[in-house]
């Protein structure tokens, strides 16, 4: 069983909005991001998990509902779920990390250049 990844894309250009790694069949307790009963999570699932998640956030103002890199709004972002190579979160979670590194130095520099060219 490898590690699978639910990751919600802006739409064609393909930024990452967030992701959710999870372990088909392991029972995730949820009650820290607001849902009321634990869920197990598979392929079957997922996506639309996460689809209910980003929604809450933007309910909540946890997340803006556009795309902070080309500002595409929520109503076109993809959830797609695949498999990792990974075996198990704690193997990887070094690349995870690594992956949301190179997002944010992504929107900083964007976001610098949107400065410059204002400027
Ligand atoms: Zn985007």
């Given at each position: ?29 949820q ?5 009321g ?16 998640m ?10 803006n ?51 410059a060219?204002?400027?």
């Amino acid at each position: 069983m490898k590690l699978r990844l639910v990751q919600v894309l802006c739409g064609a250009a393909r930024h990452s909005i967030l992701a959710l790694p999870y372990m088909p069949g392991l029972t995730a307790a949820q009650s820290h991001v607001g849902a009321g009963d634990d869920i197990t999570l598979d392929e079957g699932n997922a996506a639309e998990y996460v689809r209910g998640m980003v929604d809450g956030l933007i309910e909540m103002k946890g997340i803006n509902p556009w795309c902070e890199l080309c500002g595409s709004r929520h109503e076109q972002w993809k959830f797609e779920d695949a498999a990792t190579k990974f075996d198990s979160l704690e193997e990887a979670l070094p690349f995870l990390r690594l992956e949301e590194a190179k997002q944010l130095v992504t929107a900083k520099m964007l976001k610098e250049a949107q400065q410059a060219a204002r400027n």
